[in-house]
């Protein structure tokens, strides 16, 4: 069974520092990842997705994907304490329909 | 547009109760899912739908839980009888065929 590990588990970081979150799938046919946010209480909202070698930027987010090794990584540059929440990456299989997820990792941006 | 919406957003149960949670998708998705988080297991999916048909019922899941999808604008999920273990956040999704889900703001269940 399809497996996403993130890592850590929870992260705290400085107003205004860097965060970086890891997550790796154990099934060699996932094509495709996303990054979602969850903030206390709230719904997930899709935050960024990847699905080539590389990276992506979209404001202070930065997405990276290694396919070789199924590992993607997401960057929080100037961390502001609304970005304070529950971030979860899930991963697709390729010609697949369902999202598998990961349990997260919950970060707290100190002011 | 209006999102998924999700009801009741709380639910107390005794155990042993029969329960039913509703969901509204996204109008024109053709993708629904049914999703439990909690803390230790994270999202779990329970049943997924494709054009109102059944695509996966959940495997664990499908002794006590059945989702439904009467048309393409609701769906609902029972569970039946309850169980303490089933304390836990009920995520219903949906998305247009492979692109970004979107997520009801959820109902949290307590089985006493």
């Known amino acids: 069974q399809q497996k996403v590990q993130q890592s850590p588990e929870s992260l705290i970081v400085p107003e205004g520092g860097m965060a970086s979150l890891n997550c790796t799938s154990s099934d060699r046919n996932v094509d495709y990842f996303w990054w979602y946010r969850q903030h206390s209480g709230k719904s997930p909202k899709m935050l960024m997705s990847i699905f080539s070698n590389g990276e992506k930027e979209e404001g202070r987010f930065t997405v990276h994907l290694n396919k070789a090794s199924l590992h993607t990584s997401l960057h929080i540059r100037d961390s502001q304490p609304s970005d304070s929440a529950l971030y979860l990456c899930?991963?697709?299989?390729?010609?697949?329909?369902?999202?598998?997820f990961g349990t997260g990792t919950s970060l707290l941006v100190d002011p | 547009d209006a999102g998924v919406t999700q009801t009741p957003r709380h639910e107390v149960a005794e155990k042993g109760q029969t329960i039913i949670l509703k969901c509204e998708p996204v109008?024109?998705?053709?993708?629904l899912f049914w999703y439990r988080q909690t803390k230790i297991q994270g999202l779990e999916l329970l049943s997924y739908f494709r054009s109102k048909s059944l695509m996966e019922d959940g495997g664990a899941f499908k002794d006590r839980f059945k989702a439904e999808m009467l048309n393409s604008s609701f769906s609902t999920l029972k569970i039946q009888p309850t169980e303490p273990k089933d304390s836990a956040v009920y995520l219903c999704?949906?998305?247009?065929?492979?692109?970004?889900?979107?997520f009801g703001a959820g109902t949290r269940l307590s089985v006493l």
């Open positions: 109008s024109g998705h053709n993708d």
């Open positions: 999704a949906s998305r247009q065929t492979e692109n970004t889900l979107y």
């Open positions: 899930a991963a697709r299989r390729a010609m697949g329909y369902k999202l598998t």
